[in-house]
């Protein structure tokens, strides 16, 4: 296989559980992925918004699963006190989303294709007003986040439920990536949410903002690309989406001409 990030440094900023994958592609074209998650996921505080949902998740028309963690932390507690509903519409903003949730034997998942975001999944005709007026919708999500889904949703006239299963929460230690930037140590840096940029810059002293600053900084979505820029960092490349579009456009990226 070509190698055309050989001898390149790629920061990686998924959360831990997510960024195996990415990681892996990046090697596999000669790259060296540094892990260093800018979200750190955990269990929700309190299970018992999720015990409700559960126990009423028949009259439920339509659940929506925002991320693999939302099914990660949702799933098993659910399916350890119940079977999955055979009339209950699953819902995903990506196939991340529903690779896990056929993992639990979950299918026929509803899906956005090519951009994987709420306003994606707000296009599909499933969830315009003819198709949730007057039905129940469970969104399964972390804390905090946005509201566009819900609020659109309930507009539609659906009555909406928000079920926070897990936690979202900034690194607790900053020290590697200080050091990295301090150091030279980075080519450039995949960035996957909007939250997690934020977390990064709330690390780094003036020093190390200049730092990144210099960095290609590869992002998949638009949103990321405008809340980078009101940061004042200009180096930001829109990908494809997913893995496989972040890696693509870190192979296509013209090292030599930006060093």
């Known amino acids: 296989m070509n190698k055309p990030l050989l001898g ?3 920061l990686v900023t998924r959360p831990a559980a997510q960024s195996a994958a990415l990681a892996s592609l990046i090697a596999e074209r000669g790259g060296e992925a540094i892990c260093f998650p800018l979200l750190d996921i955990c269990a929700a505080d309190d299970w018992q918004p999720l015990d409700d949902a559960i126990v009423r998740l028949d009259r439920f028309a339509l659940a929506i699963f925002i991320s693999p963690n939302a099914v990660e932390f949702s799933l098993p ?21 529903v690779s896990r949730l056929e993992d639990f034997g979950i299918t026929e998942t509803i899906v956005p294709q090519g951009r994987y975001d709420s306003e994606a999944l707000l296009a599909l005709p499933p969830l315009q007003a ?16 946005r ?8 507009a539609r006239g659906a009555t909406v439920e928000c079920v926070a ?6 690194p607790s230690d900053s020290s590697m990536i200080v050091s990295l930037l301090r150091n030279n ?12 940029l934020r977390n990064l810059l709330d690390m780094l002293d003036t020093g190390t903002h200049e730092r990144l600053l210099a960095l290609p900084i590869f ?35 013209c090292w030599l001409d930006h060093e």
């Open 219 to 253: 992002v998949p979505h638009q949103r990321i690309v405008e809340e980078a820029k009101r940061h004042g960092l200009s180096r930001v490349m829109l990908t494809g989406p997913a893995d496989a579009g972040l890696v693509e456009s870190l192979c296509d990226f």
């Open 165 to 170: 299963c897990y936690r979202r929460e900034p």
């Open 77 to 97: 507690r659910l399916l350890a006190r119940r079977s999955w509903p055979a009339c209950l519409q699953a819902a995903a903003i990506g196939p991340g989303t």
């Open 130 to 145: 003819g198709a949730v007026a007057g039905k129940q919708v469970l969104i399964l999500r972390g804390n905090g986040g």
């Open 8 to 10: 390149r440094r790629i």
């Open 185 to 196: 140590g980075l080519d450039a840096l995949t960035l996957s949410s909007s939250e997690g």
């Open 147 to 154: 509201e566009l889904l819900a609020e659109t949703l309930r």
